[in-house]
T-cell receptor, first 116, second 111 residues
Framework: EAGVTQFPSHSVIEKGQTVTLRCDPI?????LYWYRRVMGKEIKFLLH????????ESGMPNNRFLAERTGGTYSTLKVQPAELEDSGVYFC??????????????FGPGTRLLVL | KQEVTQIPAALSVPEGENLVLNCSFT??????LQWFRQDPGKGLTSLLL?????REQTSGRLNASLDKSSGRSTLYIAASQPGDSATYLCAVKNSWGKLQFGAGTQVVVTP
């Protein structure tokens, strides 16, 4: 069974440009999460999809970030326009059923974003 | 507001010693606590998940305990090996879905 995959693995862009990150969850997982780790800080939650619906987007930093999940399958996270402080590692995670305490979230390898 | 703290931030031990990693949290109303391992430039690998009703979980050389009343979890790694060198993260789930992470403990096991 394939794990969570993310593309690209690295991205270097200039301030003001647009970047789109993609996440493919484990097949059959309805729950998809985005997290990020900026330099020197802990990993922080961005948002949570259940199928194609946004369940919780309380961690999205501002309206420059837009997340979508087409048809409840893969998800994209767009940053437009990118700022220097957006640099960091963006992780995606998925899980099958998060209604109980036994939910395990499976993480992808992350996308390393550097904004110059 | 939940806060998750991991102490120490870094730890170096000789091969063969047991590792003890600590995680504390301020709000005991958690659903579960998960321990992860992260290797440099890699994603997070789930090691153990302890549900709120459980006291401990074991997998091979790893044992994690949970004391909700005191807001603490401890990860024990027996007979450490150089391959155990990594950053270890704990995360609590205290609402429907999202995890809240500690900053991690960077472990180096020297041969």
């Amino acid at each position: 069974e394939a794990g969570v995959t993310q593309f690209p693995s690295h991205s270097v862009i200039e301030k003001g440009q647009t970047v789109t990150l993609r996440c493919d969850p484990i097949s059959g997982h309805d729950n998809l999460y985005w997290y990020r780790r900026v330099m020197g800080k802990e990993i922080k939650f961005l948002l949570h999809f259940v199928k194609e619906s946004k369940q919780d987007e309380s961690g999205m930093p501002n309206n420059r970030f837009l997340a979508e999940r087409t048809g409840g399958t893969y998800s994209t996270l767009k940053v437009q326009p990118a700022e220097l402080e957006d640099s960091g590692v963006y992780f995606c995670a998925s899980s099958h059923d998060n209604r109980g305490p036994g939910e395990t979230q499976y993480f992808g390898p992350g996308t390393r974003l550097l904004v110059l | 507001k939940q806060e998750v703290t991991q102490i120490p931030a870094a730890l170096s031990v000789p091969e063969g010693e047991n590792l003890v990693l600590n995680c504390s949290f301020t709000d005991s109303a958690i659903y579960n606590l998960q321990w992860f391992r992260q290797d440099p430039g890699k994603g997070l690998t789930s090691l153990l998940l302890i549900q709120s009703s459980q006291r401990e979980q074991t997998s091979g050389r790893l044992n994690a305990s949970l004391d909700k009343s005191s807001g603490r979890s401890t990860l024990y790694i027996a007979a450490s090996q150089p391959g155990d060198s990594a950053t270890y993260l704990c995360a609590v789930k205290n609402s429907w879905g999202k995890l809240q992470f500690g900053a991690g403990t960077q472990v180096v096991v020297t041969p």
